[in-house]
């Protein structure tokens, strides 16, 4: 049994214009510890499959139909009060912006604590124990500081991990971090990644991680879900993805961010690949393909035939007609 | 009779998820913001008819307000005179008619040069770092005297009620509620990164002020301007009805129920039908500053 | 640093010398100066006419501050600054006319940086007329319609509002506003970190084709590394409102000299699982720069930090020819 499916996922927004499909008709799951990265730009709906997973989207505007399984229990049958157990207990998540989710009144200390107590019945001095535990996991030096300083009093990297620290304080199962480093330095992303890295391997939490950058991706994640207007365009396992995109947008993005060490590999590129045009309206109905119009290699059949996930090499699926199989495997 | 105006800072709850939504240009925006905001409408309209009322007033009121009739003094509302007589005999309904044009114009009149004077003032405190301090301490000053409080001590420098005095008392009264409104908007505005890529592109600092500053302060002081139009309009009253305001020469919905204060208990209707056309004016111009903040809220202010 | 010979006569298009820009702080009743953040701490560089000079670090190094002093958006605490060997750092804003011809900013966010009741015509054509560069309404309008063209838009958007975009047009409308009074100086402020990836590539190129069509020289404030790689001529590091290192391009991603700057380097997740890079974690945090550490800025991070380093601090040396470093055990 995997730890979270989810299956034919559909979030859909009433707006002025019609219905906007933020995520239309999505599909996976999460193993016990696995590492799984959702990568896309901005408005690929990344960040609302998230939410519609912990049904934190406000409903309305916002629609949510398909099958969300925590281990094997369909989410949309819990009630409001199972489901506020669920999040923050079984599964967390940290956002990139840990000031909205600490409350600036209250110390570090009690907000942990109150979540532990609250979801696993501890009492009070327990609960600050835990508080303190974690706070020693996340590596904030001198906890026993730290705990019962308000939030302001943090640096930003401090903050993110006090956060972290919240998350984990109820030994999450699954741990959905949503862009948890992007607004933090490359030396404090760093510093992030390796804790979010070595709290994987000590406590076996499994980590849905979404991110536009896919340096982080290929840092952090084992597998990989790239997602376009609200569809996963292609899915398979960090290296192969990588070594192999199979899909031009995923090619197309790889192409299109500087990498680092051009000078010392001595591949300076004049100019960047650009992906042309934009991300489509979804609030249009379309036929075919959604990346067809921006797509260097669509052809007739793109703009009719919707091409589907289908799955191009061992564990490696691509939404793309003209995606090489398997064959293209052998070149590596 | 207290109406308070309300406050300015509650933001209208988004209805939809922002940031995916980008709007589609909208044609008629003046009816669908209309539509969108019924108080306005309701304000609009209830406005609308007294304005009607103080313009063609000589036609609707049948007699001459300021017509005495010593042989029918207090009588209760008949058919000659709808809303009855008072002590000296005039027709209170020819008197509330023509104190809807008393009331108006103040209202307005002050509105307008409280917002003009209070925009140059806030302006110029938002704009010229030294002359901040002085100007807004002056301002702090002017509102700690109770508004009311500080039109009566005007009233009685000026000695002598006059419309234009009664709108200048108040209009001075109003002013530091404009000076300050301008002020924190100006220095809101003037933090925006649009506003330094100006000072970069080399526009003077009129220039600064006249195309970024002024159009983005104009929404929320027209706002102010209503809730200062009704506050100017009871004050009138208040002046008028304590005797510091317009001599009964001038009807005003104030000096009319001043008439009819002593025999308030016996004969109700002298004080009543002024208060209700008070009101009903002063309820007018807050729902349409109601619907009007609802419209430029800045929420919502992106859809223009 | 690269300087020509005959420098007396040949001078740097833009030259910063000791830049220092604090902030002061005030507190208490009578809300007298009780400090002062020391943003930047005396900085120097320049930029020659045509090239790109990056200013990386990480958030509160300061290199913000810099850009808007350059910019002459914010006055100067002290220091001088040139541009074509006159000074301007002195100059009341309503002297600044000639200059501002010379010199645009482009900021990172371009949502907030035009304003929404402006059309494109309005928003571009601005420098236009506080210049009184163009001054007929048609003309404008030709001379609008140009510049979107060289920013890859179409003319026809010249009536739309900024909201009807989205914001990797934003930031080409930007551009364009940026270049409409024919500047040959460019600050651009963190400008494509805001856009998506597939954006991000079409700014900068677009930033690299009008340097190369029109000579252009930028100032690219970035945090972004690999951008700064792709599109720089030479790169200062900066930390706690100082250089700590600043070279050609080549140089400075080849053969990093200061410790700052490798682990800088090395922390930059690199979109490739089969490249594990080894890595060079920083303890802790940046230090306050309201109470900056003694001697060397860096020395609480640094892996080689030494006593010498909280007495003495190292000063912006030559190392290497073209690569100047402040360390004391530079390599």
């Known amino acids: 049994m995997k730890l979270l499916e989810v299956r034919d996922l559909q979030v859909h927004f009433e707006t002025d214009k019609g219905v906007n499909r933020a995520v239309d008709g999505l599909s996976f799951s999460i193993d016990t510890g696995e590492a799984l990265a959702i990568v896309g730009e901005s408005g690929c709906g990344k960040s609302v499959t998230s939410m519609s997973v912990l049904r934190l989207l406000p409903t309305p505007p916002g629609k949510i139909a398909g099958d969300i399984r925590f281990r094997g229990e369909d989410l949309s049958t819990k009630s409001e009060r199972e489901m506020r157990r669920l999040r923050g207990g079984e599964i967390s998540m940290i956002f990139q912006e840990p000031m909205s989710s600490l409350n600036p009144v209250y110390t570090i200390g009690r907000q942990i604590s109150e979540a532990v107590r609250l979801h696993t019945g501890a009492n009070t001095r327990a609960a600050r124990k835990r508080a303190i535990e974690v706070l020693i996991l996340v590596g904030i030096p001198s906890p026993e500081k730290r705990v019962d300083e308000y939030p302001h009093r943090l640096s930003g990297g401090m903050r993110q991990r006090a956060m972290i620290a919240m998350a984990l304080a109820c030994n999450p199962a699954l741990l959905i971090a949503d862009e948890p480093t992007t607004a933090l330095d490359v030396t404090i992303q760093a510093q992030i990644l390796d804790l979010l890295r070595d709290l994987r391997k000590r406590t076996n939490t499994a980590i849905l991680l979404i991110t536009h950058d896919l340096g982080v991706v290929a840092e952090f994640a084992e597998r990989v879900m790239v997602m376009y207007a609200g569809r996963k365009v292609e899915e398979a396992n960090v290296a192969d993805l990588f070594a192999h995109p199979r899909h031009p947008y995923t090619q197309g993005l790889m192409d299109a961010v500087p990498k680092l060490g051009q000078v010392r590999s001595g591949k300076m590129s004049k100019a960047l690949a650009e992906i042309p045009g934009r991300v489509p309206d979804l609030t249009q109905a379309f036929e075919g393909c959604v990346f067809a119009p921006r797509c260097p290699r669509a052809e007739d059949v793109c703009t009719h035939l919707d091409p589907g996930l289908e799955e191009k090499a061992d564990g490696h699926f691509a939404a793309c007609h003209f995606a090489p199989k398997e064959a293209a495997r052998d070149k590596a | ?304 | 640093m690269t300087k020509p010979e005959g420098s007396e006569t040949s001078h740097p298009l833009v030259e910063l010398r000791d830049l220092v820009k604090y902030f002061p702080i005030h507190g208490g009743l009578l809300g007298r100066q009780v400090g002062a953040v020391k943003a930047v701490d005396g900085v120097s560089f320049e930029v020659n006419a045509g090239e790109t000079l990056s200013l990386v670090g990480e958030s509160g190094c300061g290199k913000s501050t810099v850009g808007r002093c350059v910019a002459r958006l914010l006055d100067l605490t002290s220091g001088e600054l040139r541009l074509d060997g006159e000074r301007i750092d002195g100059l009341p804003q309503s002297n600044l006319k000639p200059f501002r011809k010379r010199l645009n900013i482009v900021f990172q966010d371009p949502f907030s940086s035009l304003n929404p009741r402006m059309n494109v015509e309005a928003l571009i054509s601005e420098p236009l007329r506080s210049h009184g560069i163009v001054p007929g309404r048609a003309e404008r309008r030709a001379r609008v319609a140009q510049l979107l063209d060289t920013v890859g838009l179409s003319a026809d958007i010249m009536d739309r509002m900024p909201h009807q975009f989205s914001g990797g047009q934003r930031q080409r409308i930007c551009i364009a506003r940026a270049l409409s009074s024919e500047p040959d100086f460019i600050v651009c402020d963190e400008a494509v970190s805001a856009l998506d990836v597939s954006v991000q590539a079409q700014i900068i190129n677009l930033l690299m084709r009008l340097q190369a069509d029109l000579g252009l020289a930028i100032l690219f404030i970035s945090h972004d590394l690999a951008v700064v790689e792709h599109l720089s001529d030479r790169v200062a590091v900066m930390y706690l409102g100082r250089i700590m290192e600043i070279a050609d391009r080549d140089q400075l991603f080849a053969a990093p000299a200061h410790p700052y700057t490798k682990a800088l380097l090395s922390a930059v997740p690199l979109p490739d699982p089969s490249v594990r890079q080894k890595r060079v974690i920083l303890k802790g945090e940046v230090p306050s720069p309201i109470d900056p550490p003694s001697g060397c800025p860096f020395r609480t991070r640094c892996p080689i930090a030494n006593d010498i380093c909280a007495q003495i601090r190292p000063e912006l040396v030559e190392h290497t020819p073209g690569q100047s470093v402040a360390c004391h055990f530079p390599g």
Not at chain 2, 21 to 47: D, E, F
């Open chain 2, 1 to 304: 009779m207290t109406s308070a105006p309300p406050e300015q800072e509650s933001y209208v709850v988004a209805r939809a998820m922002p940031a995916i939504i980008s709007a589609p240009p909208k044609r008629n925006a003046m009816m669908r913001t209309l539509r969108r905001h019924p108080t306005m409408w309701l304000g609009g309209t209830l406005l609308a008819l007294v304005a009607i009322m103080a313009i063609f007033a000589p036609i609707i009121s049948t007699s001459d307000p300021s017509a005495m009739n010593p042989a029918v003094r207090v009588q209760p509302p008949s058919a000659e005179a709808w809303f009855g007589t008072d002590m000296l005999g005039r027709d209170i309904f020819a008197r509330s008619v023509y104190g809807a044009r008393v009331s108006l114009i103040v209202g307005i009149g002050v509105a307008l040069f409280a917002t003009i004077v209070g925009m140059i003032i806030g302006l110029t405190a938002g704009f010229v770092r030294w002359a901040d301090g002085i100007i807004m301490r002056i301002m702090d000053g002017m509102m700690s005297i109770p508004a009311i409080l500080l039109a009566i001590a005007l009233m009685t420098l000026m000695r002598g009620g006059s419309v234009m005095n009664v709108i200048l008392a108040i209009t001075i009264a109003e002013i530091p509620r404009v000076a300050r409104l301008t002020r924190s908007a100006v220095l809101s505005v003037r933090e925006l990164t649009y506003v330094e890529a100006a000072v970069a592109c080399g526009t003077s600092k009129l220039g600064i002020i006249r195309l970024h500053i002024l159009p983005n302060t104009v929404a929320p002081i027209t706002v102010q301007a209503t809730y200062i139009c009704a506050s100017a309009m009871i004050t009138e009253a208040i002046l008028s009805f304590i005797g510091a305001g317009l001599p009964t020469s001038i009807p005003s919905w104030g000096n009319i129920m001043a008439e009819g204060r002593a025999l308030w208990q016996v004969k109700p209707n002298i004080v009543f039908f002024p208060a209700i056309f008070l009101s009903v004016t002063v309820l007018a111009v807050n729902l349409l500053g109601d619907g009007l903040r609802d419209a430029v809220d800045p929420r919502l202010a992106k859809r223009v």
